[in-house]
């Protein structure tokens, strides 16, 4: 399997975040990149490719334009206003607030645009989300053009970011651009399986009212865990995409023997969806030593779902999400990989 990589992804480096009631430094680090793809080539998975650079039409497909906009003027505005080190938001238009006037000043603009405060940007953050999203889309074109399956090596992740907001970690929603982008490229149906420790709600919420592009989660229960106001079991699409989002949250503890009988479960709704082909958004912070994550998965549980994927015979394209434990990042993630590669 192919894996496509910028290194790009490092400049967006030295962020801060607020945890637990301090500011630390940010648990997504370019250290994660660099990792995954040391194995990748230890692991000798395959060929590693610098993207293509894209326009941002396919971004705009799936998010609002404005916030595709929004995203390359965050750090020079907030450099104008004489600030340095991580621009992160810390007012949000939520119940009782407007959420429909744009404010002039980047502070509050920040605050529109997110719906937490867990994305912070820094001097190198859009040069880095903007190669992912290049990453994502060269890794698509590989299984366009015929190959069964490929590795968008994506950092920063996307799966958090919604139609006009950031948070937790993401910007760019780079397993919903691809899915959308296989659809404008003449694919019926595209599968999303999302397997990261944490609901996927920005993917869930750009596809929620669709037939053409079923979206299936497994994470921890929104109840209580991150991001909490999504995620539920029952919320199961709108209108024409009613019966196409599918959540499985588990509890804090799930360990490979419950959570592999989920994705069983959707692996069975996803053979009956039928789709053209499936884009796994591949997160590996359900693993046990996770430093901000409660699954027991350990790293040789990773293989058994590549493994599992595989089976269903799908052209798979396989984008980066989390993943927190360092030191074991590429094992895990990789494992997912190489295990795949078995299962073929
Ligand atoms: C991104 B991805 C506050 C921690 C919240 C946000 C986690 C974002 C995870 N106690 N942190 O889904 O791996
Ligand atoms: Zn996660």
Not at 92 to 98: A, E, F
Not at 126 to 150: F, H, I, P, Q
Not at 284 to 311: C, M, N, Q
Request: with cysteine; net charge negative; proline share 6%.
């Amino acid at each position: 399997m192919k894996t496509v990589y910028s290194p790009l992804h490092a400049g967006h480096a030295g962020t801060m975040e607020l945890i637990s009631g301090a500011i630390v430094p940010g648990f997504e680090k370019p250290s994660r990149a660099e990792i995954i793809r040391a194995r990748v080539e230890s692991e000798k998975l395959g060929s590693i490719l610098a993207p293509e650079p894209h326009d941002l039409v396919a971004a705009k497909r799936v998010h609002r334009p404005d916030y595709v906009d929004f995203l390359p003027t965050v750090y020079p505005a907030w450099e104008a206003s004489g600030r340095s080190g991580s621009a992160i938001p810390f007012t949000w238009p939520t119940r009782g607030l407007r959420g429909d006037v744009l404010p002039k000043t980047i502070d509050a603009q920040l605050g529109f645009y997110a719906f937490d405060g867990g994305a912070p940007v820094v001097k190198g953050t859009w040069e880095a989300v903007k190669s992912s999203y290049d990453v994502a889309l060269t890794a698509a074109a590989l299984v366009k053009n015929g190959e069964r399956a490929a590795f968008a090596l994506c950092r920063p992740p996307g799966h958090h970011a919604g139609d006009a907001f950031m948070g937790g970690y993401c910007y760019i929603n780079n397993a919903a651009v691809v899915a959308q982008w296989y659809r404008d490229q003449g694919a019926s149906r595209v599968s999303i399986l999302d397997v990261d420790y944490h609901h996927g709600n920005g993917t869930q919420q750009i596809f929620y009212s669709r037939n053409d592009i079923q979206v299936i989660n497994l994470h921890a229960d929104p109840a209580t865990e991150y991001p909490f106001f999504l995620g539920h079991a029952d919320e199961k699409g709108e209108g024409v995409g009613e019966g196409f989002n599918l959540n499985y949250p588990m509890p804090f503890g799930t360990a490979f023997d419950t959570w592999s009988v989920a994705l069983d479960d959707a692996c069975s709704k996803l053979i009956a969806y039928a789709p053209d082909a499936m884009v796994v958004s591949v997160g590996v912070d359900t693993f046990e030593k996770d430093p901000i994550s409660e699954f027991r998965l350990t790293s040789a549980d990773y293989p058994k779902i590549g493994r599992r994927i595989a089976r269903l015979g799908l052209p798979t394209l396989f984008v980066m999400e989390g993943g927190y434990a360092v030191e074991e990042i590429g094992v895990n993630a990789v494992g997912v990989l190489t295990g795949f590669e078995e299962g073929v």
